[in-house]
């Protein structure tokens, strides 16, 4: 099973870079994570049409035999054992999984409704470059808890 990580922006700042990349690395060759950006355009106007644009070149990005996991406010919180039973779910059914995660103003509608689920990482708020770090290493945790690897009792 192979994991994508779709993410608006493409200017990340080098502690974000260094953060995801660390987590990347760990991930085992089977349940490699790489990460696919779609450049934000300049948001001058309406917002809703810049957010369909960047729906659009996700979309382009999801195969259709992918399983979609779109990070919403809206969706369920999960623990990183229940992560970690999702992706046992997801690496038997032996689909590739894709992650989004939208910009400054959210996801498009078309990623929602393409999502074959939505998952939130919490209450609060984070960068959209920020969450690229907090979901490489949440599915780093939920592999090593899988896999018995000691990093999630750290």
């Known amino acids: 099973m192979k994991i994508k ?24 060759r089977e349940t490699a994570l790489q990460l696919i950006e779609i450049p934000a355009p300049r948001h001058q106007g309406d917002a809703a049409r810049y957010v369909s644009r960047e729906g659009d070149k996700m979309l382009a990005q999801i195969r259709p035999t992918d399983w979609v996991v779109a990070l919403d406010e809206g969706g369920r919180v999960v623990s ?6 999702k992706m046992d779910n997801w690496r038997m059914q032996g ?52 896999a018995g690897h000691p990093y999630h009792r750290d």
């Open 5 to 28: 990580l779709v993410s608006v922006g493409s200017k990340a700042p080098g502690w974000v870079r260094s953060g995801y990349e660390e987590y990347a690395r760990r991930m085992p």
């Open 80 to 85: 990183s054992e229940q992560l970690a039973r």
């Open 95 to 146: 689909r590739d999984v894709v992650v989004c995660v939208g910009g400054a103003d959210g996801l498009a509608p078309a990623i929602i409704q393409r999502a074959d689920e939505t998952l939130s990482l919490s209450a609060l708020t984070f960068p959209h470059y920020l969450v690229r770090v907090i979901v490489a290493e949440a599915l780093y945790r939920a592999w090593s808890i899988s």
